[in-house]
């Protein structure tokens, strides 16, 4: 039976298509804009208006981005920390949280505690640098990896996760002699991968996006990140990192050039966003659930 | 009958050993797999939290922080009678306050709306461009809207000056500089935020939906009768959440913003404790902000927490 339309469905329905619609469109718009800007000479784009095809391009602003040693140092450098990074976060992760999801470990709600504690409290930005520096982390690619190991919000979760999993599976590999480390590489990592997929597109993303850690630790320029090397780039010549301005780089970028490098820093994520997202979607509800 | 208890009371106590010993062999692997995670947590959680004491010194790093000199809560009493802290505090409220009342219904109206687009194609492609945003870094989202907001190429401005409007230079303009956190804040969080609340949606018994079809229910009133009720608990548990954290403000966006023509209305405490320490290299003074904060924070965590235990069964621990 096919219900005739009310007034009331068309109401709906048109303030959600024109809702959702303007949603998409404010998101694609300024992408379009920072593509034609990026392709443009840079006379054509100081004045106003909506750009959203080029009406002459040139790649100007590309090659001027090619030549910057610094964003492709950052690459690379983001590069290897993500994949290095990210394993060795899902590798500590789970590895803690394995013990912690036997029901009947002695002290395992003390632990617990003690880990989640962290999670409310912290000593703050000044006490955590002093301990980076006198750890000898500045200026050492570990301090993009270290002070992050584990994230006390993803242990949990990914301990909920191993609690579902059934034990019958470990009983009998133990019976059959395998020992406590050999039953968690092989029977529990391998049973884990939605969990293991979802808490590493976070660290990985995290990574990917991470500025801040290399904008307070690292004063040598090669060992920068891609973000934080986008962040001078497009805030040069305001109060960004004045005394680090190399000399060939004192004239302003122009904002051909600012936005050529601010795609070629989002293009990564924006080609495997669409792949990875639904990956997130299942990983939000995981999370969602109660610890 | 004496010597009896005794040997009983010895058995006992073997047993306690044995128990002891039998409980390492069978628990000492967890143990040892546990360590190398309880040192992180030590060294780099519980560590900053050691150099918390630096407030109540003035630290020099030279002397480091056992060898700096004591001086009690001078440093918050500076904090509390300078001339610079409570505008800080007073703008981290006012934005977060702002981000609540606009930022927190917006993913919960977007839910409802993707729930109830009915073309499954149109659906998936509007959810995979709303949750995009999110995934880029402050440093990108910012690069955009002021590229977005420019007085001289931005579009927004186009379409003003097309109205006969001046153009207005949002991002360094104090009368919108938080009108500008607030919207960015939106576009880069509602869709994603909107996921847990389309889960609880797909929660709902969709014979409900059917009985109130037969009962002759509208959209409209269905959406008001059973989904908004059905979301209740999440929503409630999520405001709660969103309450605890009002005195936490978003460090990336604001710093990445924040520029000398608004730090009247966008220094927050996260910007102000970075700048006083380590540009200004306040350390003790900047440790004492943050700790002021932190303890604020926790405090309305707890709360939060206890509260959203009282009224559900959702909590975090």
């Known amino acids: 039976m096919r219900i005739k339309k009310t007034y009331d469905d068309y109401i709906v329905d048109f303030i959600s298509y024109s809702v959702l619609i303007i949603l998409c469109i404010s998101i694609i718009l300024p992408f379009m804009q920072i593509i034609t800007i990026s392709l443009s000479p840079p006379a054509q784009v100081t004045s106003y208006g909506l750009k959203l095809f080029p009406k002459e391009i040139t790649f100007e602003g590309y090659r001027k981005i090619a030549n910057n040693s610094l964003l492709w140092t950052g690459y690379k450098n983001t590069i290897m920390v993500t ?128 500025w801040f850690s290399s904008m307070l630790y690292m004063t040598d320029r090669s060992k920068h990140l891609l973000q934080y090397v986008l962040r001078m780039i497009l805030f040069e010549g305001t109060k960004v990192d004045e005394g680090a301005v190399e000399i060939d780089q004192v004239i302003v970028n122009t904002e051909t050039m600012k936005m050529a490098a601010l795609l070629v820093a989002t293009v990564p994520i924006l080609c495997v966003y669409p792949f990875i997202q639904k990956y997130f979607v299942k990983g939000v509800m995981v999370g969602s659930l109660k610890g | 009958m004496e010597s009896k208890v005794i040997k009983q009371k010895c058995e006992l106590k073997k047993t306690k050993k044995q128990s002891i010993k039998s409980l390492m062999q069978k628990y000492g692997g967890y143990y040892l797999m546990l360590l190398p995670i309880l040192i992180y947590f030590i060294i780099f959680k519980y560590g900053p939290m050691y150099g918390i004491i630096i407030t109540f010194k003035e630290f020099y790093p030279l ?102 409007q001046e153009p207005i230079y949002f991002v360094a303009d104090p009368n919108w500089f938080r009108t500008v956190l607030v919207a960015s804040g939106i576009w880069q969080g509602v869709g994603w935020g909107s996921i847990i609340y389309l889960a609880a949606i797909s929660g709902i018994d969709p ?100 509260i959203a235990k009282r009224v559900s069964e959702y909590a975090i621990w």
């Not at chain 1, 191993?162 to 968690?184: C, H, K, T, Y």
């Open chain 2, 63 to 164: 002397k480091g922080i056992m060898g700096s000199e004591w001086v009690g809560l001078e440093h918050f009493k500076t904090m509390f009678t300078g001339l610079y802290f409570w505008p800080v505090f007073r703008n981290t409220i006012i934005i977060s306050f702002y981000k609540l009342i606009w930022g927190f219904p917006a993913p919960i109206l977007l839910a409802i709306i993707i729930n109830e687009i009915k073309a499954a194609k149109f659906k998936k492609v509007a959810q995979t461009v709303s949750y995009m945003p999110h995934f880029l870094s402050w440093v990108i989202v910012s690069g955009i809207v002021i590229e977005m907001l420019s007085p001289t190429r931005g579009p927004i401005n186009y379409f003003l000056t097309l109205l006969g």
């Open chain 1, 83 to 210: 994949i290095l990074g990210t394993a060795i976060n899902v590798f500590f992760t789970c590895l803690g949280a394995y013990p912690l999801s036997k029901k009947n470990l002695p002290g395992r709600n003390m632990i617990t505690a003690f880990i989640v504690f962290t999670m409310y409290f912290g000593g703050g930005l000044i006490p955590t640098y002093m301990l980076n520096k006198s750890l000898g982390l500045i200026n050492s690619m570990w301090v993009f990896i270290l002070p992050g190991l584990v994230g006390s919000y993803n242990m949990i979760i990914t301990r909920n996760f191993f609690m579902s999993l059934p034990s019958s599976l470990e009983e009998s590999a133990r019976v059959d002699g395998a020992g406590l480390f050999r039953i968690f590489l092989v029977i529990i990592l391998p049973l884990s991968k939605p969990i293991i997929a979802t808490i590493a597109l976070w660290y990985g993303v995290g990574h990917w996006n991470s």
């Open chain 2, 207 to 306: 014979q409900l939906y059917e009985a109130a079809s037969i009962d002759g229910a509208r959209r409209i009133q269905k959406i008001t009768y059973i989904t908004l009720p059905s979301l209740k608990p999440v929503v409630v548990i999520m405001l709660i959440f969103a309450c605890g954290g009002i005195i936490k403000d978003n460090f990336e966006q604001i710093y990445n913003l924040l520029n000398l023509k608004v730090y009247s209305v966008g220094d927050v405490i996260s910007t102000y404790t970075y700048e006083q320490g380590l540009v200004n290299l306040q350390y003790s003074y900047s440790t004492a902000v943050g700790l002021f904060k932190n303890i604020i924070s926790f405090a309305l965590v707890i709360t939060a927490n206890s």
